[in-house]
């Protein structure tokens, strides 16, 4: 039996790092649009916002499909039942979050009638027909699962950084680039 | 007497053979008048519920073929409230100052595979030329008569402000339109 590896692979972490990326502009393009009035400006946000959001969608598939080839680095020994279940929980919601929220959009543009252009190189068809009603509940459903999401992200980084100052373990630097082996304990 | 007879058959006879080499159809309501824009990268459809036609026109007398159409343009309808609204404010349509847009051709020649015909577009209050292709299918209780043409909006001024840009909204607009045509009674 091959030895687990202790470090996330560069692929792991380039997934990782890029959508964490991609996820703080999509709060950042969606905070913007929001007090716009229907105007060009508004279009052009939401445009981009949609695009990035259909890139992590993409990127989401080769994330799921890459990890269940591979598994993550072992969780540090002497977490408690409980921190291993917050752990778990956390990153499965992740999982879920990131299908959950470009699939919500995408469904609420296609109701609103909007078809999803991808930066303009194509655009993707619509998941269902023209329907106010389904597009207010998409959009309350986007909007609350983008406060959840919010919270994840929260709770998973404290919980790094308390790995990391507190623990004083390598949770944190396993998933950071250009560090070196596993931290001296 | 019999003179003024002989006169009055002739006159009528030239009428009659009149309407029967230049029929005048009207449009009936299964008619459609569509176009597509592209918004954002992605393309958007949209029709005018309103709007009337009148034909004359004969393949074997060109000469004297007419297609005129009148446009209600408050009857925008591109599949959601906001974007039609937007459409008939001030900046896109302007439908409180012109209602109406209007169409008639000039000229009309055959070609390989149908006719083609010079008309005179009046939409947002300016008018220019603008080229459309179509087929005409004579049938038992009318005829069909279908076909497409590409227009720029910002020839007509449909765009001011930030809605001039062509970057969000394309400048080329593609009409596609079908007339059930019924004999005028």
């Known amino acids: 039996m091959p030895a687990q590896a202790t470090r996330y692979s560069p692929l792991a972490q380039t997934f990782h790092w890029v959508i964490a990326g991609l996820i703080i502009v999509q709060f950042t393009l969606a905070r913007l649009a929001e007090p716009l009035p229907l105007g060009v400006h508004k279009l052009a946000i939401l445009a981009r916002h949609k695009s990035v959001g259909m890139t992590i969608l993409m990127l989401a598939v080769l994330r799921l499909l890459w990890r269940l080839r591979h598994r993550a680095p072992p969780l540090p020994p002497g977490m408690t039942r409980f921190e291993r279940m917050a752990a778990r929980g956390t990153h499965v919601a992740f999982y879920v979050l990131l299908f959950a929220m470009p699939l919500t959009g995408w469904t609420m543009s296609s109701a609103k009638n909007y078809s999803v252009s991808w930066f303009g190189l194509f655009t993707w068809p619509n998941l269902i027909g023209k329907n106010e009603a389904a597009f207010d509940f998409l959009r309350t459903t986007h909007d609350a699962l983008s406060y959840v999401l919010f919270a994840v992200a929260v709770l998973h980084i404290l919980a790094a950084l308390k790995h990391h100052f507190w623990d004083r373990d390598d949770v944190l630097v396993r998933m950071l680039p250009f560090t070196k082996g596993a931290r001296r304990s | ?185």
Not at chain 2, 36 to 47: D, I, N, R, S
Not at chain 2, 163 to 184: G, H, Y
Request: hydrophobic share 45%; net charge neutral.
């Open chain 2, 1 to 185: 007497m019999r003179f003024a007879a002989g006169v009055c058959a002739a006159v009528l006879t030239a009428m009659v053979s009149s309407i029967a080499s230049a029929a005048t159809y009207s449009a009936d309501a299964t008619s459609r008048l569509e176009f597509t824009g592209v918004q954002a990268g992605a393309p958007f459809k949209g029709v005018f519920h309103q709007f009337t036609a009148a034909v004359d026109f004969d393949p074997a007398a060109l000469a004297t073929a007419r297609i005129e159409v009148t446009i209600d343009m408050n009857s925008v309808d591109s599949g959601d409230k906001d974007r039609d609204g937007t459409m008939r404010g001030a900046d896109i349509f302007d439908v409180a100052h012109f209602p109406t847009a209007h169409y008639v051709t000039r000229s009309v020649t055959r070609t390989a595979t149908g006719f083609s015909a010079v008309g005179a577009l009046t939409l947002r209050g300016v008018t220019k030329d603008v080229p459309i292709e179509f087929k005409f299918a004579p049938g038992a209780a009318g005829a069909g008569l279908s076909g497409t043409a590409e227009l720029k909006r910002l020839d007509f001024g449909v765009g001011r402000g930030d809605w001039k840009s062509t970057e969000w909204v394309a400048d080329a607009v593609k009409i596609v339109f079908s007339l059930n045509l019924k004999p005028k009674t």
